[in-house]
């Protein structure tokens, strides 16, 4: 193994042994109408499942018009192992749920991906994503 890959390999190591969140990323598919109860649901499909990182990439939320109302936009990095291999490629649009974390503040968050970062010297897998208030 030369310098560089062994070096690869700590910082992969270290970058994993920080995840301390966990969560899902899903990809929202249609919705879906059931006659019998009148309701109808969001489907989505299960791309990843498993620790991560999360921590806010932005400070200060930016506001923003969305129609009539003002909306708060924070954004977020969100890394995952970089042997992780999510069901199909991450795009924008993907959520990604926060299951467990140690700050009792986080689970249940929501957040947006808005963009991936692929890099084969990466140490994770690094997602942009927001969460919209």
């Known amino acids: 193994m030369t310098t560089e890959a062994a070096a690869l390999t700590a910082g992969r190591v270290m970058a994993e042994a920080r995840m ?26 299960l791309l990843y499942t498993g620790k991560a990182r999360v921590k806010p990439a932005q400070t200060v939320p930016e506001g923003v018009q969305a129609g009539q109302r003002e909306v708060s936009l924070t954004r977020y990095d969100i890394a995952l192992p970089f042997a992780a291999v999510p069901a199909s490629r991450i795009q924008p649009g993907d959520t990604f749920t926060v299951d467990t974390s140690p700050d009792a503040r986080m689970p249940g968050l929501v957040l947006h991906v808005t963009g991936v970062n692929y890099s084969a010297t990466a140490t994770a897998w690094r997602i942009s994503a927001e969460a919209r208030s």
């Open 20 to 45: 301390r969140e966990s969560g899902r990323l899903t990809r929202p598919g249609p919705d879906v109408y059931d006659p019998a109860t009148g309701e109808t649901t969001t489907s989505s499909t």
